[in-house]
């Protein structure tokens, strides 16, 4: 008798996995666009880039957050500093080549940071 119960227990149980797997898979939400994408990175990096350099950021060594506006980039390296999350530093704001679809890992709160290298093109003249 114990058998015959189990087995529509088992049935349901196996079209309850069946259903929860045939759902569609949840897609995070696209990146915002904007076309250019910013990041705040060591001054030492403009040197290289005027004497026509090629300056590559890796995320397998650092994590780099992007922004999708240079005032962005510097309120967030300003925060940092003042957190103690960044050291104290001529700290630059740089333009990536690429977009934020192309560039950008999402993460929670709308944010985002590098996911792949990176070239820095420019560095941002700030006033």
Do not use: H, K
Request: with cysteine.
């Amino acid at each position: 008798m114990l058998p015959r119960l189990l087995l529509p227990l088992l049935l349901c149980s196996l079209l309850a996995c069946a259903r929860s797997q045939s759902l569609p898979p949840q897609n995070d939400p696209p990146p915002e666009p904007c076309p250019f994408v910013y990041v705040y990175a060591p001054g030492n990096y403009i040197v290289d880039i005027a004497g026509g350099d090629q300056v590559i950021l890796d995320p397998g060594v650092q994590e780099f957050e992007l922004f999708c506006s240079p005032g962005e980039a510097r309120a967030a390296v300003t925060e940092a500093v003042r957190q103690g999350a960044a050291p104290e530093g001529d700290w630059r704001i740089y333009r990536l080549a690429g977009d934020l679809e192309d560039l950008a890992q999402p993460l929670p709160q709308r944010r985002y940071v590098l996911r792949r290298m990176a070239q820095i093109v420019d560095w941002v003249t700030e006033i």
